[in-house]
């Protein structure tokens, strides 16, 4: 099976800040790789799939990039309502298997 | 306006079975892959079950693999996990999502909360 590790944990910053965070599969998945947003007591939300192509109405602050191991989701100027935990799925099999997820919290 | 609305949940006991419901409206439900996920309190999400448009491929994760049962009924625009030999760790809110054209999962339920105890 496919692991997904993402790191860091907990990442702490303030608004306006650029934020990475980044995401690793045990094995390569080819650019078959989505990003999705969580807010306490909802479901996810798909922000970006294929590894960088944003999903509609999704703001353009957010971005993807990589491809076989190594992907990051990146945050060019934090908001407010950013201020969630994400989590990387990959896609390369019909597992889904999803990372252990970043929170974001306020610094 | 896509809906999922996941229906089934409750409290039942180690050992137990449980049937969940997920009912789609607003797309072509017989044209799109279907996945229940699932989210112990507090913790991540966790790929359940997948299965395709016509049913002819079916996934499930290894923590549920030969307990739980995925199916849909494309008539009736619905989608269900048969969940037998409920253990503790199956406590969790089990989500239906819908995996998009991108292969994303475009869309999700609110959710429903399954609790195995005694």
């Known amino acids: 099976d496919i692991q997904m590790t993402q790191s860091p944990s907990t990442l702490s910053a303030s608004v306006g800040d650029r934020v990475t965070i980044t995401c690793r599969a045990s094995?390569?998945?080819?650019?078959?790789l989505a990003w999705y947003q969580q807010k306490p007591g909802k479901a996810p939300n798909l922000l970006i799939y294929?590894?960088?192509s944003l999903e509609s109405g999704v703001p353009s602050r957010f971005s993807g990039s990589g491809s076989g191991t190594e992907f990051t989701l990146t945050i060019s100027s934090l908001q407010p309502d950013d201020f969630a935990t994400y989590y990387c799925q990959q896609y390369n099999s019909y597992s889904g298997t999803f990372g252990q997820g970043t929170k974001v919290e306020i610094k | 306006e896509v809906q999922l609305v996941e229906s089934g949940g409750g409290l039942v006991q180690p050992g137990g079975s449980l049937r969940l419901s997920c009912a789609a409206s607003?797309?072509?439900?017989?044209?799109?892959?279907m996945n229940w996920v699932r989210q112990a309190p507090g913790k991540g999400l966790e790929w359940v079950s997948y299965i395709s448009s016509s049913s002819n491929t079916i996934y499930y994760a290894d923590s549920v693999k030969g307990r739980f049962t995925i199916s849909r009924d494309n008539t009736k625009n619905s989608l269900s996990l048969q969940m037998n030999s409920l253990r503790d760790e199956d406590t969790a809110v089990y989500y239906c999502a819908r995996r998009g054209n991108s292969y994303g999962f475009d869309y999700w339920g609110q959710g429903t909360l399954v609790t195995v105890s005694s």
């Open positions: 094995q390569s998945i080819s650019s078959w």
């Open positions: 294929k590894a960088s």
């Open positions: 607003g797309f072509t439900f017989s044209s799109y892959g």
